[in-house]
T-cell receptor, first 117, second 111 residues
Framework: GAVVSQHPSRVICKSGTSVKIECRSLDFQATTMFWYRQFPKKSLMLMATSNEGSKATYEQGVEKDKFLINHASLTLSTLTVTSAHPEDSSFYIC?????????????FGSGTRLTVV | DAKTTQPTSMDCAEGRAANLPCNHSTISGNEYVYWYRQIHSQGPQYIIHGLKNNETNEMASLIITEDRKSSTLILPHATLRDTAVYYCIVRVPTGANNLFFGTGTRLTVIP
C-alpha cells in the first residue's frame, strides 16, 4: 500500500517550452505532497510543499512562477516547469506525507528525469 | 529536525552484513530515527525507523544506542541490489513537515 505514481519517468523538451510532471497517490489521500530536485551525485533538495486546495509553499530561492505547483485534489499534485532552460535539467521527485501512519512517514514517487535541450 | 552525520561511502562484500553508522548527537526526545535508501535514478525507499528500542523488519535492523546519539543500520546479508545511497534522518513524526536529506552514505556491495 501507500504507492505514489510519478509520470513521466523521463522527458526531453526544448528550451522555452513547458513540462508538466504528475504525482498521484494511488491508494490513499495525500493532503500534503513535497517536490524535490536532485542534481547528479547530490542529495535531494526540497523545492516546495504542496497542500491540497491551497497555494504551495516554496523554499527560499525557488522561483514560484517558474515551478508551478497545483494540488487540486487529494490524490494529484502537478509540477509544471515553465519556459524550461538547460539549467532546469535535473531529477525531480515527489513524495506524499503519511503523517497519519508513522510507520512509513513518507512515500516517494520514482522520479522524473528532465532534460532540456 | 536534528542534523545527522554519516560516512560518505562504504563498501561491503556480497553476502556479508553491511553496518551503516549515523551520528545524531543533537537528537531530541521526541525525534525518531528514519532510514531511507535511494537506488540510482529512483525515488527514495523507506527502510526502517525507531525511537529508542532496536527494530527489525524484513529489510534491515536498526540499532540505537542507549543515549540515542547514534544508530546503526544493519543489512544482514548484503546483495548487489543493496547498492544505493542510504540516508539517516531524524524527525518528529507528526504533522506534514518535510524530510531533510543529508549527504547520506553511498554503499557499494562488491561481488
Amino acid at each position: 500500500g501507500a504507492v505514489v505514481s510519478q509520470h513521466p519517468s523521463r522527458v526531453i523538451c526544448k528550451s522555452g517550452t513547458s513540462v508538466k510532471i504528475e504525482c498521484r497517490s494511488l491508494d490513499f489521500q495525500a493532503t500534503t505532497m513535497f517536490w524535490y530536485r536532485q542534481f547528479p551525485k547530490k542529495s535531494l533538495m526540497l523545492m516546495a510543499t504542496s497542500n491540497e486546495g491551497s497555494k504551495a509553499t516554496y523554499e527560499q530561492g525557488v522561483e514560484k512562477d517558474k515551478f508551478l505547483i497545483n494540488h487540486a485534489s487529494l490524490t494529484l499534485s502537478t509540477l509544471t516547469v515553465t519556459s524550461a532552460h538547460p539549467e532546469d535539467s535535473s531529477f525531480y521527485i515527489c513524495s506524499a506525507s503519511l503523517y497519519m501512519r508513522s510507520d512509513y512517514g513518507y512515500t516517494f514517487g520514482s522520479g522524473t528525469r528532465l532534460t532540456v535541450v | 529536525d536534528a542534523k545527522t552525520t554519516q560516512p560518505t561511502s562504504m563498501d561491503c562484500a556480497e553476502g556479508r552484513a553491511a553496518n551503516l553508522p549515523c551520528n545524531h548527537s543533537t537528537i531530541s526526545g521526541n525525534e525518531y530515527v528514519y532510514w531511507y535508501r535511494q537506488i540510482h535514478s529512483q525515488g527514495p525507499q523507506y527502510i526502517i525507523h525507531g525511537l529508542k528500542n532496536n527494530e527489525t523488519n524484513e529489510m534491515a535492523s536498526l540499532i540505537i544506542t542507549e543515549d540515542r546519539k547514534s544508530s546503526t543500520l544493519i543489512l544482514p546479508h548484503a546483495t548487489l541490489r543493496d547498492t544505493a545511497v542510504y540516508y539517516c534522518i531524524v524527525r518528529v513524526p507528526t504533522g506534514a513537515n518535510n524530510l531533510f536529506f543529508g549527504t547520506g552514505t553511498r554503499l557499494t556491495v562488491i561481488p
